[in-house]
């Protein structure tokens, strides 16, 4: 049925674009990421496209005579029609205003294309009826992944991108660099939490739950913040819960140390706002992601999570928060399955990408109702498969939130009272040893600090 139709196509959009390109070349610039050269149906504009693309590296100039040079270098002029080509499309192009809308339409129709030629081949697989059903799965899978990694991806915001409207009112911003993602383990980027788990191992799922306010989020971006910054990892961050730009605004005030609602009022002084800017410098140079698309499904988060790992070589995933994702058929009549679902495709993607996955997880109430409030296993919340599917569960506890300081005082004479000081427990650990650590809880900066012991001297 389909063999006797052409590939959707549009040649007079493809020498639309090539055409803007010949009367401006800065439109090159608007559709370089939207285009390769293959997008192309019609091999005339793939030519020329092809051509302004070789001038552009080079750093020459492009226009019609340029071009047509280039073009008879690669002896592809005159059986393209000659200058009478080129010539052409640069008539029949009105302006190159809309260089990016056309850009668009190529890159729409070569995705139909390309899941024309992928549907062909897994009917053919299908014929061939493998022995192994689940390999023929993960082949079919493979080829429409290879369809979206020939596609640039928007979901993602770089950080750079977040932290520019926070600059739109006349602040300069540094230029990002890209950083190599570093093999091994990763790490917490505290030593007690990282001596007892031995690193953040690859391929692990680590959940980080506690009851509201106690700062799992924050404990999950400052270990993103820290692989980002100091081992130069790709960081994915997934937040269905606070925008872009809350993330990169939470980042912002504990990379500079300047209280969080301040700096979203914009009320801070002269020296917090140098330690602003140089924060916001060395934050755009970081190779740190965000995807804020609300109701995300897991398999919206595989297939965004593998495109930017072809792209840029992904080192973590962070995923804020679990209970907000959304399973891949998208029914909720059982929720206890669809979390199960989504925590086992979680760790699949943690396998298939051999990166550790951070997801953030609620507890449920039951940690309120009991007399200790210390959080187990049971209290992930909607928990299903969650503690079996985990490599590593992280709680966060503080005593200061159930007992006043007179209450602490009456038990502990002498002892100082725990406040904001936050007991990190690992309450499952396939590698290791299960423990807890103590962090202090900057609230003002969402940052947790490692405690130090104090000196002989005091």
């Known amino acids: 049925m389909f063999a006797e139709r052409l590939p959707p196509h549009d040649l007079q959009a493809e020498e639309a674009v090539v055409g803007s390109i010949l009367l401006n070349p800065d439109a090159l610039l608007k559709v370089t990421p939207l285009l390769r050269p293959e997008d192309f149906y019609g091999g005339k504009a793939r030519a020329v496209y092809e051509a302004c693309l070789a001038l552009a590296q080079r750093g020459e100039a492009i226009n019609q005579v340029s071009v047509a040079h280039e073009l008879a270098r690669t002896g592809r002029l ?119 788990l031995g690193g953040l191992q690859r391929s692990d799922l680590i959940i980080v739950a506690a009851r509201p306010s106690l700062g799992k989020s924050a404990l999950a971006l400052n270990i993103a913040l820290h692989n980002a910054q100091h081992l130069g990892a790709t960081v994915a961050i997934f937040s269905l819960e606070m925008s872009a730009d809350q993330v990169a605004l939470r980042l912002l005030a504990t990379e500079a140390g300047v209280d969080g609602h301040r700096l979203r009022l914009r009320l801070y002084t002269e020296a917090e706002e140098k330690r602003i800017l140089d924060a916001i410098g060395r934050l755009s140079d970081l190779s740190l992601y965000i995807d804020d698309t609300p109701q995300l499904t897991v398999r919206d988060i595989w297939a965004k999570a593998k495109r930017l790992h072809l792209e840029r070589g992904l080192g973590l995933v962070v995923v804020d928060y679990l209970q907000l994702v959304q399973a891949a058929d998208g029914r909720s009549e059982n929720r206890v399955q669809e979390i199960s679902q989504i925590s086992r495709s979680l760790k699949a993607l943690a396998r298939d990408l051999n990166i ?35 490599d590593v ?5 503080r005593e200061d939130l159930y007992v006043t300081e007179e209450e602490w005082e009456r038990r502990n004479p002498g002892t100082p009272y725990p406040r904001n000081i936050a007991e990190v427990i690992v309450a499952k650990h396939r590698h290791g040893p299960i423990g807890s650590v103590h962090l202090y809880f900057n609230d003002r900066y969402a940052r947790f600090e490692e405690i130090r012991p104090l000196s002989p001297e005091g």
Not at 393 to 397: A, D, E, N
């Open 356 to 390: 550790p996955v951070i997801a953030v997880s609620q507890m449920s109430r039951a940690v309120e109702v009991r007399p200790s409030h210390r959080p187990q296993l049971s209290d992930l919340r909607e928990s299903g498969s969650i503690e079996q599917d985990a």
């Open 78 to 196: 005159e059986e393209m029609g000659g200058n009478a080509y080129l010539a052409t499309v640069i008539a029949n192009t009105p302006t190159s205003v809309h260089a990016e809308h056309y850009a668009r339409i190529v890159a729409r129709l070569a995705t139909y294309r390309a899941l024309i030629k992928v549907g062909l081949d897994i009917a053919a697989l299908g014929y061939e009826a493998p022995p192994d059903p689940e390999a023929a799965l993960s082949r079919a899978e493979d080829l429409l992944f290879r369809v979206r990694a020939g596609r640039p991806w928007r979901g993602f915001l770089h950080i750079r991108e977040v932290l520019d409207r926070f600059l739109e009112e006349g602040v300069a911003m540094a230029t990002p660099q890209a950083l190599e993602p570093t093999p091994g383990p990763l790490a917490t980027g505290f030593s007690d939490l990282d001596s007892l």
């Open 393 to 397: 569960v992280l709680f966060i506890y």
